[in-house]
């Protein structure tokens, strides 16, 4: 009866998430360019590579496999039910430590044995916590490539110590927050098989929320005597259409400074059929393309589906794509791409539509 109830609640949760109007009493058009607190001022800019070095490029490859993983801090796919069970102080899955350490261990299993996808080259990973709680204080991202046996780079978000998020409604309050005292931080991480260099932090626009900063990050490697830049992004679900395309729009601009091919792939939040074809259109009309048809589910919740996650390219061409429906360690699937080698004959598709960005 009470899993019944549950479901029915997750079902009807997730329905308002996804309809009800994102401009609220906690978003304010106010835009704001660093977290808080400002990591970006640190020498190390937030960023941590991990001492694992990377290894020699094979001359004789003839495609790349890039994948992205909105990893959700490793701690299962049941968003809106565990959610809704920690409203009644029941808090899955425990012991927490041991079973994302576990969740762990799976996705590394199938980031590697050929089966799900092919083996990727470099993995682009979303809420990669370090050391929180909510994560069992594992740290994500090189757990993770320590158990694939590749170096890492993560880039921390910069979570406010002891300060009190502002009172969210009840429909955006089903993800675990990372404690107010916690020591630990999430971001955005780079696992790779081939050398990355250049590698940078992005803080992208944001608002006013309860929700934390968002941000991005670039590296660039090199293929065929051809280098690529990567960026690998997180986009904010929580507010209106034009607040992420803000987001993007800042991320396409960054992007347009490197004149050579280019990767963005990431968890865009396109939480609905909406979002994803604009932020579509937006990609498109700045250069980029993806393999992946509108609409391809890549995030669940209470029995719904939607297209969170993308992979765009810019003077590159895509052999084949997936999506890794199977594992269950997030929220998300991942996705993955094939890359085509050789590059040489790659032309640069920079110009932007001005008529399709926003008045």
Request: proline share 7%.
């Amino acid at each position: 009866m009470l899993t019944g109830a549950l479901a029915y609640a997750g079902l009807l949760a997730e329905i308002l998430f996804l309809q009800i109007p994102r401009i609220s009493r906690n978003h304010f058009r106010v835009t704001i360019f660093a977290p808080f607190p400002d990591v970006s001022t640190q020498p190390d800019k937030g960023i941590e590579i991990g001492e694992r070095e990377f290894a020699p490029s094979d001359p004789d490859r003839s495609s790349i496999v890039l994948a992205s993983y909105n990893i959700r801090y490793g701690v299962g796919s049941h968003l809106i039910s565990s959610g809704l069970l920690r409203k009644i102080g029941i808090n899955p899955p425990r012991p927490r430590t041991a079973a994302v350490a576990l969740n762990l261990e799976i996705a590394a299993r199938v980031f590697s044995d050929n089966g799900l996808l092919p083996q990727p080259d470099i993995l682009a990973l979303q809420e990669a916590d370090k050391e929180t709680g909510r994560a069992g204080g594992q740290h994500v991202a090189a757990r993770l490539a320590d158990e694939l046996d590749v170096p890492y780079v993560h880039v921390g978000a910069g979570i406010p110590r002891g300060i009190k998020p502002k009172q969210r409604e009840w429909w955006l309050n089903f993800e675990e927050q990372i404690g107010l005292h916690d020591s630990g931080d999430t971001g955005v991480a780079l696992l790779s098989r081939i050398p990355l260099r250049e590698i940078e932090r992005i803080d992208l626009p944001w608002h006013q929320c309860a929700w934390r900063p968002r941000l991005a990050m670039g590296a660039t490697f090199e293929l065929e005597g051809q280098r690529v830049r990567l960026f690998n992004v997180h986009v904010d679900p929580h507010g209106p259409l034009d607040n992420q395309h803000q987001q993007v729009e800042a991320l396409l601009e960054q992007a347009e400074g490197f004149r050579g091919p280019r990767v963005i792939m990431g968890d865009f939040n396109t939480l609905s059929t909406q979002k994803a074809v604009e932020i579509r259109k937006l990609m498109e009309a700045s250069g980029y393309s993806t393999p992946f048809p509108t609409g391809t589910p890549t995030w669940r919740g209470a029995g719904l589906r939607f297209h969170a996650d993308w992979i765009f390219t810019n003077g590159l061409g895509v052999k084949r794509w997936g999506v890794v429906k199977p594992l269950n360690v997030s929220d998300h699937w991942p996705i993955w791409a094939e890359i085509a080698l050789p590059i040489s004959d790659f032309r640069l598709s920079n110009a932007r539509d001005k008529s399709h960005e926003r008045a």
